[in-house]
């Protein structure tokens, strides 16, 4: 069984950088791929990045590309979201979940079955 834990969650201005973990028991980084989501206040559950088995290779919604990246460290297996340049739309709680393999519509948090209780971030004007 999945089991996901993030940290790294806060409070940061605008401009500022926060890096997020997240790691967990029941799948490695060599069997699954990583993905990020974020909800914010009264919005669904959208993908922010995806990270595929083993760490190769990596996907940035629109939305983030340029600013966050996520990268992995199989020893620890644990899986970082880089995030700089943070903007109030930011603002969000952050969760991970894991998936055997790519699929297209990674970034649909229907595709996913693991949560974990996410962490906040909140980033002020």
């Known amino acids: 069984q999945v089991q996901l834990v993030e940290s790294g969650g806060g409070l940061v201005q605008t401009g500022g950088s926060l890096r997020l973990s997240c790691t967990g028991s029941?799948?490695?980084?060599?069997?699954?791929?990583i993905s990020w989501f974020r909800e914010a206040p009264g919005q669904e559950r959208e993908g922010v990045s995806w990270?595929?088995?083993?760490?190769?290779?990596?996907y940035s919604a629109d939305s983030v590309k340029g600013r966050f990246t996520t990268s992995g460290d199989k020893a620890k297996n644990m899986i970082y979201l880089e995030m700089n340049i943070l903007k109030p739309e930011d603002t969000a709680a952050y969760f991970c979940?894991?998936?055997?393999?790519?699929?297209?519509?990674?970034?649909?948090?229907?595709?996913?079955?693991?949560w974990g209780q996410g962490t906040l971030v909140t980033v002020s004007a």
């Open positions: 979940s894991v998936r055997t393999h790519y699929i297209s519509s990674w970034y649909r948090p229907a595709e996913y079955a693991a």
């Open positions: 990270i595929s088995r083993g760490t190769t290779t990596t």
């Open positions: 029941g799948f490695t980084l060599d069997n699954y791929a």
